[in-house]
């Protein structure tokens, strides 16, 4: 019993096992222990990401992102390394003899579906919102583009459009389908891409470039507004000659690796 407590409260302190109200984490609602056959998910409470995923009471967790977990230590040791920094998470699970490939994923399925994005979906909201979550987080991300950057230091500008880019996306959560938000993510991603190349990194700076072209080229079909198609075709036409100007045959650009996710058949 004193085991049990002991790596029960381990958990809580890793954040694993967190309300769904609070940002959430791939592993959030989820409860598990160290038993002989490995470790054993003993509690997935109900509406989190694990949950979604098809994890259930019972099943034995082989792998994570293809990392064998056969103690707490290894699930601790992975799982502090991916808090907060991935969207999804793979999994390899055993229930009742027959192993399974699970997905995990927290990011916002209409804004990747629109824009084919994979950020965290919002999970936070101030008590008492009289707005809607849509006009609460688009507000909040077009102050923060429009906070003066002339004196800021390198770090503060990226910090300032990295938080306008999660408000916004937030927004586009609600309402992916909003072009006028959507300018603004790609308008930010492509600031993002100036400033580091101006900082001389171009590694980070192409791949808020193809950002902010990923952005642009989802307008396709979405608007025939004048307006907004000279918007795009100027923007695009700029970012195409900053990527000219880039030597990027000689830069290595990470890309996300891609995962088919597989849901268990219930």
């Not at 601790?76 to 009742?96: F, T, Y």
């Not at 927290?106 to 919102?129: A, N």
């Not at 979405?222 to 075709?233: A, F």
């Amino acid at each position: 019993m004193r085991l049990y407590i002991i790596i029960f409260m381990t958990i809580i302190s890793l954040g694993v096992f967190t309300s769904p109200c609070l940002s959430q984490g791939v592993f959030s609602g989820l409860i598990i222990s160290e038993k002989k056959d490995g470790i054993k998910i003993i509690e997935v409470q109900s509406g989190s990401p694990g949950f979604d995923a098809g994890l259930r009471k019972g099943d034995i967790v082989l792998e994570i992102d293809g990392k064998q977990t056969k103690k707490l230590g290894d699930y601790v040791k992975i799982s502090r390394k991916l808090r907060g920094k991935n969207v999804e998470v793979s999994l390899v699970i055993l229930r009742k003899g027959v192993s399974y490939d699970v997905t995990i994923m927290i990011y916002s399925v209409p804004v990747y579906q629109h824009w084919k994005e994979k950020v965290t979906k919002p999970t936070e909201l101030p008590r008492g919102l009289t707005n809607t979550p849509y006009v609460y987080w688009v507000g909040k991300g077009f102050r923060a583009l429009q906070k003066p950057n002339d004196k800021l230091s390198f770090d503060a500008k990226v910090a300032n459009y990295n938080q306008a880019l999660k408000f916004l996306l937030n927004a586009l959560h609600y309402r992916p389908e909003s072009i006028d938000t959507a300018l603004k993510v790609a308008k930010a991603y492509n600031e993002l891409g100036k400033l580091y190349v101006m900082k001389g990194d171009m590694k980070e700076g192409v791949i808020n470039y193809r950002k902010s072209v990923k952005f642009y080229a989802g307008f396709h079909g979405k608007t025939e507004d004048e307006d907004h198609l000279s918007v795009i075709l100027a923007n695009l036409q700029e970012i195409e000659k900053s990527l000219s100007d880039i030597e990027s045959d000689n830069i290595e650009i990470s890309t996300e690796p891609q995962r088919k996710n597989l849901r268990i058949q219930q």
